[in-house]
């Protein structure tokens, strides 16, 4: 079965305000929260502060870093449960929430892994869950895609986002203003 996301309203709104801070660049982050065996809860999504360098950097140097993990256990209840970043639009080239052969390569077994689509888009959209288990809206000319995966046993699955909060979002999308 596959593991199911739920996002917070904290982690909703972080997974926003950081990548559309940051956008057209790409932001990179942590996501703190807990775990059962078939369900992650997302409790905060904390971006990383040295985002400016390169993905693989990034990644390695997080992940092999027990100071986080270690600063997260002694100040709070959470657990590090994995990490997220965002795809942003490149020219005229859409942004997806496709995981990249680096994304695959450096995702750690047991972790789960948010990826947040931003695309310029001219019209309003309702946010809603789509289909295939990603959450879908916009907000004052982003389009925002949030997919979420799993890695089990050497196994990437795509895990289904639940945000109760994004429902009621929908309502008060003009409710965060646009950066620049
Ligand atoms: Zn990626």
């Not at 932001?27 to 369900?39: A, E, K, M, Q, V």
């Not at 409790?43 to 992940?63: C, G, L, M």
């Not at 002694?74 to 965002?86: F, K, M, N, P, Q």
């Not at 942003?88 to 496709?98: C, E, F, I």
Request: proline share 4%; glycine share 8%.
């Amino acid at each position: 079965m596959a593991v199911e996301v739920y996002l917070s309203e904290n982690a909703f709104i972080g997974l926003l305000v950081s990548t559309i801070e940051v956008y057209r660049r790409e932001c990179f982050g942590i996501l703190l929260g807990h775990s059962t065996p078939d369900r992650v809860f997302v409790d905060f999504a904390v971006p990383y502060q040295t985002a400016n360098r390169k993905f693989r950097e990034v990644h390695i140097d997080w992940k092999r870093s027990e100071r986080v993990e270690e600063a997260v256990r002694e100040t709070s209840r959470w657990a590090l449960v994995g990490d997220y970043h965002s795809h942003a639009m490149y020219g005229p080239l859409r942004a997806t929430t496709q995981l990249s052969a680096e994304d695959q390569e450096y995702f750690t077994d047991g972790t789960v892994g948010i990826v947040v689509a931003l695309n310029d888009i001219s019209r309003p959209k309702r946010w809603a869950y789509r289909p295939d288990g990603v959450i879908s809206g916009a907000i004052n000319g982003y389009s925002i895609r949030l997919a979420a995966y799993a890695k089990r046993n050497g196994q990437i699955d795509k895990a289904p986002i639940i945000c109760p909060y994004a429902v009621g979002f929908m309502g008060k999308r003009r409710a965060l203003p646009r950066a620049g």
